[in-house]
């Protein structure tokens, strides 16, 4: 294959597949990832992909992410059930982050109007909350991504290193064991890690459909995660090997969220019962 028909190609898998890696190239065009490298620098100085750690993101996308008003209209009754089961967890005078996903945001419109400090990302996040005169908002600041309504980049993640708190709400594109947490936006992982790393305790927001899976991202193993909560099509093996690992794992009732099962999420007091040292 010519040089510039491979670069055709790729330009072509790296739009239709968002983002990709050296070593996945490298294999569908038998030809070594220093080449691949080469290719995508070249492709990059042309304008016509971005360049990221161990692979290419599509310029189309605007990073991988999806826009915030199409994940809005996904699993939504997995999305509100699991929202509804974190804002049961959050008690008066609480700390917590909130990232920017649309399960955050559904989040936030389950808080009860309480005393609470909020630190976020999110813009849709800190609207909803703004409705709430008792909740103290800390809107992180930085680059804002227009697709998911969010901000990122350096300044957001200093934002968030200047703060502890008691719980991060988060979620994300992919989780596998052995990969751990994912997402499709790079900027958007480097944050959700932040915000994980600043937490006392991690509760991981993801419905059933994103377990098994790996984004392009990584963002932190699966063991920094003290909770998980999802929704009963999880597959029972994955749920076991979740409380082998001393995660607490809560499904949601799915067969009418509006009036889904009230359960009692385990309150974890302290890392007392889960020793961890973030680094």
């Known amino acids: 294959m010519l040089v510039a028909e491979r670069h055709k190609k790729i330009i072509e898998i790296v739009n239709n597949r968002l983002s990709i890696r050296v070593s996945e190239l490298s294999e569908i065009f038998s030809v070594t990832e220093e080449t691949i490298r080469r290719d995508l620098e070249k492709l990059e100085s042309e304008g016509k992909l971005q360049r990221s750690h161990g692979g290419a993101v599509s310029i189309q996308e605007s990073n991988s992410e999806i826009h915030f008003s199409e994940r809005v209209i996904t699993n939504v009754p997995e ?39 909020v630190v976020t990302n999110s813009i849709k996040v800190v609207m909803e909350l703004s409705k709430k005169e008792k909740i103290e908002v800390i809107s992180t600041g930085g680059k804002l991504l227009s697709r998911s309504l969010s901000f990122v980049g350096p300044l957001a993640e200093q934002s968030i290193s200047n703060y502890h708190v008691d719980k991060a709400f988060i979620s994300c594109t992919g989780v596998h064991f052995e990969d751990g947490l994912s997402d499709s936006n790079e900027l958007q992982a480097l944050i959700k890690k932040q915000m994980m790393m600043r937490s006392e305790l991690v509760y991981l927001m993801a419905d059933s459909s994103k377990f098994g899976k790996r984004s392009f991202s990584q963002i ?16 029972p093996l994955e749920k076991n090997m ?19 099962q009230e359960r009692q999420l385990p309150i974890l007091k302290s890392k007392n019962q889960k020793l961890r040292l973030r680094r």
């Open 79 to 117: 999305k509100k059930a699991i929202a509804k089961e974190a804002a049961d967890q959050v008690n008066n005078g609480d700390r917590i982050i909130l990232d920017a996903s649309t399960t955050a945001w559904y989040m936030a419109k389950e808080l009860p109007n309480i005393p609470l400090t």
């Open 220 to 235: 932190y193993p699966i063991q920094e995660v003290d909770v998980v909560i999802t929704d009963k099509k999880i597959d």
């Open 242 to 260: 979740l409380e082998e690992n001393n995660i607490t794992v809560v499904t949601t009732q799915l067969t009418n969220f509006q009036a889904f």
